[in-house]
Structure formats: structure tokens, C-alpha cells
């Protein structure tokens, strides 16, 4: 039974029909990577697959083109130290002015010609008739070979896939492909193991023209239209941190008062193989754009890549992963620009986003109102005390100390609870904790006499004004049960990046610049969607 929309000159498709032995490979093999490759629907990759042949006819005309005219541009005269400064004072840490620099890492597409390949002529191991010479390596093949090396919990690399390829025989039966045969001379047919070379041509087209990006915003929406992710009302996010593939040198400089200082930065190098890098026309660029320092606490820093990553807290699924601009920046400013990209993206689940949870660093009041008045959505940070201190003095009687969370602890050694606020006032109130049964904790306290001296059956009731305790909103006191409360769902943000970081993938990354980490959460969150259906 064949298409009638099958034209003469293309290859018949090849019909997969279950075979015993798959259905022995499907009882047998373990893990759900094999199930997954085996019915996964390609007819919902058609019109990438299309877009990947447009963007491979493009690629190899453009292979051409370069190879047939060598630079003859005029040389430049910029120093490998100048360009060290140059692309030092390009770094988004290093933006002083008004203009908001662009904090999340934005991939420059290739712009793609009018498509020309038909979508719906595609399917796992036709290619377009129009490429002439060899045939292509099929797309479907390709996606799977990446996505279920992401599957079985390996980085989703060119090197690993061809690696898996090679040595494991059900995942290149899989994928579509047939491994060599020992006795029989070295044909060429693609149905063939790509090469490594193949392998990461595939990644880079898939890369430049931005389809690991379109799959995983598909694969996204395909969740949320189908119920698979259910709406929430809040958003929580982090930020989490890759070992980098490349090492720094630190390069010295004076800021706008002239004062001498000094900051890491990727080393510099020319991408051309020109044998005099002095001389010719290329830029100095980067060895690994985006990488930075990352200061974790005062002894411990890291050269690596940034993430930011966003998900919805109730149900612990990550939504977005987005690589940021420069590694060094800091956590407070990737979260909104990362929100707002998130509610544009997917406007259906933006219409039920009333509250975003983030941790301290975004403990900040403008940057509260910038949530309200911008994106309509209350933000809520946890509390980090500036001052490290507890208060000790001029405190109500029986009171030993507050703790720089606003919690006081009596002379008994007991926490207060928090009850509320006296506005009119201006005094947070505060209660003695009960027992079990009910009654307070003071009734039998031996130091009643120093405390609160009454013969009441409640505890003692102590009031402490705000001017007591600066650091705490009383707006917003995160000594409040409801604050806590809605606080207690922030911590599923990093099980969540667990996830994504460990079970799908390494944190020590092989490629550099942030265009290769950006494309590798882009293969690990289509992973990890194909995963949530799978289990659903
Ligand atoms: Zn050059």
C-alpha cells in the first residue's frame, strides 16, 4: 500500500513494520530511552525536517562559495591586546549606561530562503529528491540519535551520540540505522552509521538556524495543550552553573574614576586559518563567549556557563532554560527579563500567572514593582538579612534576643510565633508558642517570675516596633505562616535542575560559546518533554 503522493522519481517510503525482534528489544531492554525512540511520532518533526534539508542545501552552497573565494580583505590594525579591552567593555557586566543590556544570551538565526522542501513529502528515510549527489543522512534518524543519547542520561554531543552509535547496536537499529557488515566492502548507503563528521554538521545546522530551539518551544506547547502540564498560578526560577570548556586569563583595567581593577575573561583567538593572525582581516574573538566567573560564596568560585531556568513549582516541571549573555552576571537581573520571555512565549499559560518565587537575590523592592507594573505578577523572595546579628538590646522584658530573621527568642530559650501586625501602631505582635493541649508554654515556665509575672492562663504577648527590625517589609513579613507558606514551594526549582543537569545530561560542559550551551538545553529540555510525556 503506497501514497499516490509519492512522486516517481523520490524512494518509496519504507514502511516499518514491527518485527519479533523489536518486540523482544522492547520487553527486554531497560530504561524508557528504547520505547520512546521506537514510537516516537515523526509526523509531528515533518516541517523541521524540512526546514533542516532547506537549511543542509544552504549550508553546503555556502561551503562552496568559501572555499572558492579566499579573503582578499583589507588587513586590520587592531592588536590582540586591543581586542582583549574591546570585547572586555562589549561583556554585559561590564554596561554601565542606561540602555538595559541584553542579560539573556539571544541566538542569531541564519535567515533561511522561501522553504522549498515540502514537509509532506518527508518521512524516516525519504530525503528530498532536490539534493543532488549523495543522499543525505536522514533527519529522523539524526533527532533520534541526539535525543536518545539524551535519553540514557549521556550529554546530547556529537562525540557521545557517535560513540553510542558505534557500540550499542539496538540504539542504531533504533535511530534507523544498520551497522556495517565485517565480511562486505565499505559501501556507501544512508542507511549507514553517520560519521562523527556528519554528526556535527548535523548539530550546527540544527544549531544555526535555531530548530533545537523550535522543537523544544513545540515540544512545550504540545504539554500544555494537551493537558500533559496543567496550569499554575506561580512561576519559580534559578539560576545554575556549567563547568566551562575553556580556561581564562585576567585582564586588568581602570573603571570610570580611573581606579585599577581586574576581571576574567575568556582568552582570546581568531577563528580563521590564516597563518598570520597579526596581519589578516578576521576579528579577534572569544574563545568561549560567555563564560565567567561565577562567585558562589567567598571561597568558592567557578569558570563556567550560566543558566537561568524557569518551571512551575506544583508540579516541578521545568519550562524554560535559557544561557546567560555573561556567566558573571548577577542573579537578580536574569529573572525578569527570563519571566517576560516565558509569558510571551506561551501567552495561554501567562493569562494564569499571578505570583513568581525566586531566592534572596531578588529580594529587592524596585524590582518588585517592575514585576507588578510591567508583567502585572507579584514577586516573592526569600528573606536574607543583610545584618547577621540578632538585637539584644532595648527589647521587652523576658526577651533575650530577635534574630535578624525578626523571630524573638525568650530568656527560656523558646521562639516566639508571629501573629501580626499593629499598623495603626506600627508593631509587629508576637505570641509564646502553645503545647499540645492548647495552653501556653508560660503556664509552666520557672521563669515566669522574671517574665511576664501574671497569673494569666495565656502566654506572654510581646509587641516589637518596626523601627526595631529595618530590614523586614512590614508589607511583606516573612516571619508571616503565608509567607512561608508560599515559600515552602520555592526549594522545586533545584530537584528541577538535578534533573536536567544530572539525570539528562553532565554539568561539565564539551563545546565552547554560549551558541553550543544554549543548543544543549535546547537538546536536553526536548529530552525532558518527550520524558514527561512519556511517563504521563
Ligand atoms: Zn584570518
Not at 31 to 49: C, D, K, S, T
Not at 370 to 375: T, V
Not at 415 to 439: N, V
Not at 516 to 522: E, G, M, N, V, W
Request: with cysteine; glycine share 6%; proline share 6%.
Amino acid at each position: 500500500m503506497l501514497s499516490p503522493h509519492v512522486a516517481e522519481c523520490q524512494q518509496f517510503p519504507l514502511f516499518h513494520e514491527p518485527h519479533l525482534d523489536d518486540q523482544r528489544l522492547l520487553n527486554i531492554i531497560e530504561g524508557e530511552w528504547f520505547e520512546i525512540l521506537y514510537y516516537l511520532p515523526w509526523e509531528n518533526y515533518r516541517v523541521h525536517a524540512a526546514r533542516y534539508y532547506d537549511a543542509l542545501y544552504d549550508f553546503n552552497m555556502c561551503q562552496r562559495e568559501a572555499s572558492e573565494s579566499q579573503s582578499q580583505a583589507e588587513s586590520t590594525s587592531e592588536t590582540k591586546e586591543e581586542a582583549r579591552r574591546r570585547l572586555l567593555f562589549d561583556r554585559t557586566t561590564m554596561q554601565t549606561s542606561e540602555e538595559a543590556p541584553q542579560i539573556l544570551y539571544k541566538g542569531e538565526v541564519v535567515d533561511l530562503k522561501p522553504s522549498t522542501v515540502d514537509p509532506m513529502t518527508l518521512s524516516p528515510g525519504v530525503v528530498p529528491a532536490r539534493l543532488a549527489g549523495r543522499q543525505p543522512k536522514c533527519f529522523f534518524g539524526l533527532f533520534k540519535s541526539f535525543i536518545g543519547t539524551a535519553l540514557m542520561g549521556f550529554p546530547a554531543e556529537p562525540e557521545q551520540v557517535h560513540l553510542l552509535l558505534t557500540s550499542n547496536p539496538s540504539f542504531a537499529h533504533v535511530c534507523g540505522f544498520s551497522l556495517k557488515e565485517k565480511d562486505k566492502p565499505p559501501l556507501y548507503t544512508v542507511h549507514q552509521i553517520p560519521s562523527l563528521r556528519k554528526l556535527e554538521q548535523f548539530d550546527q545546522i540544527m544549531r544555526e538556524a535555531g530548530l533545537w530551539d523550535e522543537i523544544k518551544v513545540s515540544e512545550v506547547n504540545t504539554n500544555l495543550q494537551t493537558g500533559i502540564i496543567k496550569k499554575e498560578n506561580e512561576l519559580v526560577g534559578d539560576t545554575t552553573h556549567y563547568y566551562a570548556y575553556s580556561s581564562f586569563e585576567t585582564v586588568p583595567y581602570e573603571d570610570d574614576k580611573g581606579k585599577a581593577k581586574k576581571k576574567s575573561q575568556s582568552k582570546v583567538t581568531k577563528f580563521c586559518r590564516c597563518n598570520d593572525w597579526s596581519t589578516c582581516s578576521h576579528d579577534w574573538e572569544l574563545t568561549d563567549d560567555g563564560a565567567g566567573t561565577i562567585v558562589k560564596s567567598r571561597t568558592k568560585m567557578y569558570w563556567g556557563h550560566k543558566a537561568s531556568v524557569i518551571g512551575l513549582p506544583g508540579q516541578g516541571i521545568v519550562l524554560d532554560a535559557v544561557a546567560v549573555s555573561d556567566a558573571a552576571s548577577h542573579d537578580g537581573q536574569t529573572f525578569f527579563p527570563h519571566v517576560k520571555k516565558v509569558m510571551e512565549q506561551y501567552p495561554d499559560l501567562a493569562t494564569a500567572i499571578k505570583r513568581v518565587l525566586y531566592d534572596s537575590a531578588c529580594n529587592d523592592t524596585e524590582l518588585k514593582l517592575r514585576f507588578k507594573d510591567e508583567l502585572g505578577v507579584e514577586l516573592k523572595a526569600s528573606f536574607n538579612p543583610r545584618r547577621s546579628k540578632p538585637i539584644t538590646t532595648g527589647l521587652p522584658r523576658g526577651i533575650a534576643k530577635i534574630t535578624p530573621y525578626g523571630v524573638p527568642v525568650c530568656i527560656a530559650g523558646n521562639e516566639l510565633d508571629y501573629q501580626g501586625i499593629r499598623y495603626e501602631r506600627e508593631k509587629f505582635i508576637y505570641e509564646a508558642p502553645r503545647q499540645e493541649d492548647g495552653t501556653s508554654i508560660c503556664i509552666g515556665c520557672s521563669l515566669r517570675d522574671e517574665c511576664c509575672n501574671r497569673p494569666t492562663q495565656t502566654g506572654r504577648t510581646i509587641t516589637v516596633s518596626f523601627d526595631t527590625l529595618p530590614q523586614i517589609d512590614p508589607n511583606d513579613p516573612p516571619m508571616a505562616k503565608r509567607f512561608k507558606a508560599i515559600m515552602r514551594r520555592r526549594p522545586s526549582v533545584e530537584r528541577m535542575i538535578k534533573r536536567l543537569k544530572c539525570d539528562l545530561g553532565d554539568d561539565r560542559l564539551s563545546k565552547r560559546g554560549n551558541e553550543s550551551f544554549q543548543a544543549y538545553l535546547d537538546k536536553t529540555m526536548i529530552t525532558y518533554h518527550l520524558l514527561i510525556r512519556h511517563s504521563h
